[in-house]
């Protein structure tokens, strides 16, 4: 069984800068595209970010370019959102998932609150 647990979300302020990490096990995570999606309160979950298995894939929503960082190790199963200029806008539970073909498997969230 593919588990996902994210760390990292906390309350941070406008402008300032959150790194969320997503620990993979029951697989080896280098066979998964992984992304980081967020779901806001009253709103749909959306894709952030997303990396491809081998890494040198990467795509970004427009309202993260040039802010948000995704990357992955693949030798200690894990990947990365490096958030930088947050903003209010920015709040929301932030998720991991793991896809390959037709598997996909998430982690429980966790929460990014950016005071104003």
């Known amino acids: 069984q593919v588990q996902l647990v994210e760390f990292g979300g906390r309350l941070v302020q406008a402008g300032g800068s959150l790194r969320l990490s997503c620990v993979v096990s029951?697989?080896?995570?280098?066979?998964?595209?992984i992304g980081w999606y967020r779901q806001a309160p009253g709103n749909q979950r959306e894709l952030v970010a997303s990396?491809?298995?081998?890494?040198?894939?990467?795509h970004y929503a427009d309202f993260v370019k040039g802010r948000f960082t995704i990357s992955r190790d693949n030798a200690k199963n894990t990947a990365s959102l490096q958030m930088n200029n947050l903003n209010p806008e920015d709040t929301a539970v932030y998720y991991c998932?793991?896809?390959?073909?037709?598997?996909?498997?998430w982690g429980q969230g966790t929460r990014v609150t950016v005071s104003s």
């Open positions: 029951g697989s080896t995570v280098s066979i998964w595209d």
């Open positions: 990396i491809s298995a081998t890494g040198d894939i990467k």
């Open positions: 998932n793991v896809r390959r073909q037709f598997d996909v498997y």
